[in-house]
């Protein structure tokens, strides 16, 4: 039975109490301090409309090491043909609105609600989540957003309007990524996109393990804008 959350107590029961599916509490609230907490313990929320706050720690978890990146033909192309303006932090309430508007197979709404928007924007103007958009003359056609802490990347969602946006997008934050020499991103729960890709599932203890290590250094908070 996953535990349930008061509002006063920020604590989070440990990763390895959660269920088979990997539900490991209901409840609480979306400050940023709870938010803060939950990614530090490698939980994050995921519901949808009408439901409590689902709070959960997957095992195997999805994740993508930002040197192993796979960079298919057709992205190398993109890459080549400089077609995209990439940005990052520039837009970051347009792209969790796209990501929150994007149909997903298999799922009828969306868990990006607009308490979840909120939440996640003023995690973004506390600088501690972070987008980067991919612009083909001055308009947003894809980008995606995440959340940082220490030497860890913990992405949330995706958006394209155009082939490869999205991936261009994650290409040029997983090259700053590398040059600040994250450990980590978390991609959570498996895709074959993420698969492609070049993320990898390994279990919730080999997670941990390397989270605990990329959380031993400073958090690059702030707007990454500025650090381009």
Known sequence: MPVELSRRNLEFPEPDEADESGLLAVGGDLSIERLKQA??????PWYEDGMPILWWSPDPRMVLFPRKMIISHSLKHSIKKQQFTVTIDTAFAQVIKHCAKTPRKGEDGTWITRDMRNAYTRLHEAGFAHSA?????GELVGGLYGVSLGKAFFGESMFHLVTNASKIALYYL?????SWNFEIIDAQVYTNHLESLGGEMIPRSQYMHILEKALLIEDIAGNWKERI
């Open 174 to 178: 997983v090259e700053k990524l590398n």
């Open 39 to 44: 990614y530090s313990k490698g939980i994050f």
């Open 133 to 137: 958009e991919a612009w083909i003359d």
